[in-house]
């Protein structure tokens, strides 16, 4: 009987072991005020406390939910109107954005930050990739020559370039990098 009722505590919520013994707690609870555990503090993600219960949320990302009404939110997470969101995010996966909005890309924080201009592919925060016409300079995608940038397109280069199609093409030259032919 002790280990049937030893799994019970390892395997199922609202139990825990205390000398030898399977005792009944909050389930769903991860912070009790009291040794004895019955005096719910905070409940697991996904769950709000209401009168010592850990009841199920109903809104996505909400930590404190009263009514179908969330009163906060989990980070990174923001409580907007009763619900929470993650500011342009456009697709969620257990309690955190997986997909950002057209024009934003997903930091390792689960947050989605604006691209930078002309930067179409991030790593770990870092711009790695730039649009067509745009080069990688140390993590920014500039239009080399560029002296006047508009719409991702360049309206004025400088003198050692010439402007072809909102692009500064150094003159004379079939490849260049940094001034340089």
């Excluded at 939910?65 to 697709?91: A, M, T, W």
């Excluded at 996966?93 to 890309?105: I, P, R, S, T």
């Amino acid at each position: 009987m002790h280990q049937l009722c030893l799994r019970y505590c390892l395997f199922y919520l609202g139990f825990y072991l205390k000398e030898g013994s399977c005792v009944e707690t909050v389930k769903d609870c991860v912070k009790f005020s009291d040794h004895e555990r019955k005096i719910c503090t905070d409940c697991d993600q996904g769950f709000s406390l209401y009168n010592n219960i850990c009841v199920q949320n109903s809104i996505l990302g909400c930590k404190n939910e009263v009514d179908h009404v969330c009163k906060e939110c989990y980070r990174p997470f923001n409580l907007n109107n009763g619900h929470c969101d993650i500011q342009h995010c456009k697709s969620y996966n257990d309690y955190k954005c997986v997909a950002c909005q057209c024009g934003y890309f997903l930091t390792d924080k689960g947050v989605c930050k604006t691209m930078d201009t002309g930067c179409v592919r991030y790593q770990r925060g870092q711009c790695t990739d730039c649009l067509p016409n745009f080069r990688l300079k140390g993590n920014q995608c500039e239009i080399e020559g560029c002296l006047d940038l508009k719409s991702l397109k360049c309206n004025r280069c400088s003198s050692e370039y010439e402007l072809i199609d909102g692009a500064c093409i150094m003159k004379n030259c079939q490849t260049w990098k940094d001034g340089s032919c």
